[in-house]
Nanobody
Framework: QVQLVESGGGFVQAGGSLRLSCAASGRSLVSYRTGWFRQPPGKEREFVAAINRSGSSTNYADSVKGRFTISRDTAQNTVYLQMNSLKPEDTAVYYC???????????????????WGQGTQVTVSS
């Protein structure tokens, strides 16, 4: 099975940028659909972005479309989330997740993912 470790979170002012990394070990990410989710304080975990197994297709939540970019480096076995034009409402714990499904479609729901990282905090001040 795969193990996931997120990094890159922190404190940033509105309008700033951060890049989150999700380093995988144990198995290659080409065997998994991968995604980023976030959990704002007092709220449920929500979909942010995802990439399919082949890396050929991505999907984004409407709230981050045009500001966030998900990408994958197979040599580094790492998935990234580039976050630009950050807003206070982006404040949350961000999680990466992996799904071993053989499907080449994109998974956008929490229940579709079997493996999760520990999360990294992103705080955006106004």
């Amino acid at each position: 099975q795969v193990q996931l470790v997120e990094s890159g979170g922190g404190f940033v002012q509105a309008g700033g940028s951060l890049r989150l990394s999700c380093a995988a070990s144990g198995r290659s990410l080409v065997s998994y659909r991968t995604g980023w989710f976030r959990q704002p304080p007092g709220k449920e975990r929500e979909f942010v972005a995802a990439i399919n197994r082949s890396g050929s297709s991505t999907n984004y939540a409407d709230s981050v479309k045009g500001r966030f970019t998900i990408s994958r480096d197979t040599a580094q076995n790492t998935v990234y989330l580039q976050m630009n034009s950050l807003k206070p409402e982006d404040t949350a714990v961000y999680y990466c997740a992996a799904d071993p499904s053989r499907s080449f479609t994109i998974a956008t729901m929490v229940r579709q993912y079997d493996y999760w990282g520990q999360g990294t905090q992103v705080t955006v001040s106004s």
